[in-house]
């Protein structure tokens, strides 16, 4: 039996709090199971708040997977819920987007 955790957010945040601490959030939209990669193509580097959650990946190697409602034109998500914690690596930006390998699944979150 895994571990389930509460998790916690704000409406508007990149973030959510697991166990008192933020951890960055990703879409289960971008996530390719297959070869546990995770590709955005919206990131945007020099946008504080895009510079803001990077550096966050980049520092934590953690993030929270959630599950959303995602617009038509795929800019809008809106979340409805938490999978889990996962522990990531290999994090960059490139042309294609914001890239990164899930390496392990920590918890999972309710």
């Given at each position: 039996?895994?571990?389930?955790?509460?998790?916690?957010?704000?409406?508007?945040s990149?973030?959510a709090?697991?166990?008192?601490?933020?951890?960055?959030c990703?879409?289960?939209?971008?996530?390719?199971?297959?070869?546990?990669?995770?590709?955005d193509?919206?990131?945007?580097?020099?946008?504080?708040?895009?510079?803001?959650?990077?550096?966050?990946?980049?520092?934590?190697?953690?993030?929270?997977?959630?599950?959303?409602?995602?617009?038509?034109?795929?800019?809008?998500?809106?979340?409805?819920?938490?999978?889990?914690?996962?522990e990531?690596?290999?994090?960059?930006?490139?042309?294609?987007g914001?890239?990164?390998?899930?390496?392990?699944?920590?918890?999972?979150?309710?």
């Amino acid at each position: 039996m895994r571990l389930k955790l509460k998790t916690s957010g704000e409406r508007g945040s990149w973030f959510a709090e697991v166990e008192g601490r933020l951890y960055p959030c990703v879409h289960e939209y971008w996530w390719q199971p297959s070869n546990h990669r995770y590709l955005d193509p919206g990131a945007m580097l020099g946008e504080a708040k895009w510079d803001e959650f990077i550096a966050a990946l980049k520092r934590e190697k953690r993030a929270v997977l959630t599950r959303d409602e995602v617009s038509q034109d795929e800019k809008s998500f809106q979340r409805t819920g938490y999978i889990a914690l996962f522990e990531i690596d290999h994090i960059e930006v490139t042309t294609a987007g914001l890239e990164f390998e899930f390496t392990k699944r920590l918890a999972e979150l309710e």
